[in-house]
């Protein structure tokens, strides 16, 4: 017979800490809709953590966050008169908390310009320079490849479905 010290979890407690009973752990029962909600919920958290960290991969020879990468894409298809700080954020696929900093540390490498609006001196617009563009156009062919990765596979069909249902999510 197996004694007290061989039971999975029967060490001791830490100092202070009781250990909590096992009829503790009886307890929220859902409904089948629910439990359908949370097995979706936590497969495209799953997905998008794994496609995230592939996409992080692509990024790390280049030294670029994603968040700084979208900003790229997003001055990118900005064209020449850029956008202010308020339009790249509207864009942006994840909030950033600081996105000044964040433009900061792209300026500082060269990738983006910023200057006063031409029209109104008040509104600072936010631009794509030459070495920007060229590092964009250096990482166009590894993300596409990346993107055919994750969702090659799938039918043109399938792939527009999965379109209109990521866009019917209710955040």
């Known amino acids: 017979m197996a004694g ?4 999975p979890g029967a ?10 009973p096992a009829q ?7 409904t089948p809709r629910e439990a359908a909600n ?6 495209l958290l799953k997905a998008a953590s794994r496609m995230a960290h592939e996409f992080s991969a692509v990024m790390k020879p280049v030294d670029l966050s994603l968040s700084q990468y979208n900003v790229l894409r997003i001055l990118r ?4 008169e850029g956008l202010t700080c308020g ?4 864009r942006m696929i994840q909030r950033d908390p600081d996105v000044t900093r964040l433009l900061d540390r792209l300026e500082k490498r060269g990738l983006i ?4 609006d031409a029209r109104d001196r008040r509104i600072v617009r936010t ?14 062919r590894p993300v596409d490849d990346l993107h055919h990765r994750h969702l090659g596979h799938l039918s043109d069909r399938r792939l527009a479905e999965l379109r209109e249902l990521t866009d019917a999510l209710k955040p």
């Not at 007290?4 to 039971?7: A, E, L, V, Y």
């Not at 060490?11 to 909590?20: F, Y």
């Not at 298809?77 to 020449?80: D, H, I, N």
């Not at 310009?113 to 006063?116: D, F, S, V, Y």
């Open 4 to 7: 007290k010290r061989d039971m």
């Open 11 to 20: 060490g001791k407690a830490s100092k202070g800490v009781r250990r909590v």
């Open 24 to 30: 503790a752990f009886v307890g929220h029962v859902r």
């Open 38 to 43: 949370a097995e979706a919920h936590i497969a």
């Open 77 to 80: 298809g900005a064209g020449p």
């Open 87 to 90: 339009q790249v954020i509207e």
């Open 113 to 116: 310009g910023r200057g006063r």
């Open 127 to 140: 631009y794509i320079t030459e070495a920007g563009l060229s590092l964009l156009a250096s990482l166009d």
